[in-house]
């Protein structure tokens, strides 16, 4: 059964670094894209940050040159690497795979073609 566990969220002040973790089991996660997607409160979901299997990346505008996804094979875990925060990053950030063959840039952009998801985790950024 395929599971996907986010961790690593937190409160930091603005101007802060965290790193979010996805641990997944249940399938070989490399071999598939992964997405992380984020939702504040009264917005809609969007995609942050994606990698597919060949290891190609993708970012949103807003996250460009401040986060970076990256991923450890002998861990079966996915990272988000988040530098520079902003009080606009508040969120829940959700990680997200796809077990079809979309490409990272596919994964970015489409939230409701992903297979599994995690139950989240809270990113405050504070002022």
């Known amino acids: 059964q395929v599971r996907l566990v986010e961790s690593g969220g937190g409160s930091v002040q603005s101007g802060g670094s965290l790193r979010l973790s996805c641990a997944a089991s249940?399938?070989?996660?490399?071999?598939?894209?992964m997405a992380w997607f984020r939702q504040a409160p009264g917005k809609e979901r969007e995609g942050v940050a994606s990698i597919d299997s060949d290891g190609s990346t993708s970012y949103a505008d807003s996250v460009k040159g401040r986060f970076t996804i990256s991923q450890d094979g002998a861990k079966n875990t996915r990272y988000l690497q988040m530098n520079s925060l902003k009080p606009e990053d508040t969120a829940m950030y959700y990680c997200a795979v796809d077990l079809g063959k979309m490409s990272s840039v596919q994964a970015l952009r489409n939230d409701h073609g992903m297979d599994y998801w995690g139950k989240g985790t809270l990113v405050t950024i504070s002022s």
């Open positions: 249940g399938y070989t996660y490399s071999s598939y894209s």
